[in-house]
């Protein structure tokens, strides 16, 4: 599947952001998917996760509370609902896909070598 995220933006703190993934070529329905990012100079890193049903969920203790990862799969779309935005969220985020069933996540779910499908990248950028 090829993966397209979109959504980015530039906020002021305390601000919200919607980042969508879509896929074309494929579904998701058989994927946990996630969303990592990665500022200048620093490495990719993991934001949130949700399992191929929608009904497991896992997140970066930084994002725990103000974020919420969420999928149509009607539209074969994930989305990453971003509230109390901070100038540390700035990053380029990323979605990705790994072909997996699990009803319930866990921790591996936080490595990037765990997915194998990766979208472009989307620029979030919140001043302060």
């Known amino acids: 599947v090829q993966l397209q995220a979109s959504g980015g933006g530039s906020v002021q703190a305390g601000g919200s952001l919607r980042l969508s993934c879509a896929t074309s070529g494929g579904t998701l329905n058989m994927h946990t998917m996630g969303w990592f990012r990665q500022a200048p100079g620093k490495e990719r890193q993991f934001v949130a996760a949700?399992?191929?049903?929608?009904?497991?969920?896992h997140y970066a203790d930084s994002v725990k509370g103000r974020f919420t990862i969420s999928r149509d799969s009607a539209k074969n779309t994930v989305i990453l609902q971003m509230n109390s935005l901070k100038p540390e969220d700035t990053a380029v985020y990323y979605c990705?896909?790994?072909?997996?069933?699990?009803?319930?996540?866990?921790?591996?779910?936080?490595?990037?070598?765990?997915?194998?499908?990766w979208g472009q990248g989307t620029q979030v950028t919140v001043s302060s």
């Open positions: 990705a896909a790994a072909h997996s069933t699990a009803r319930r996540l866990d921790i591996e779910v936080r490595y990037k070598s765990k997915y194998r499908q």
């Open positions: 949700i399992n191929y049903s929608g009904e497991s969920t």
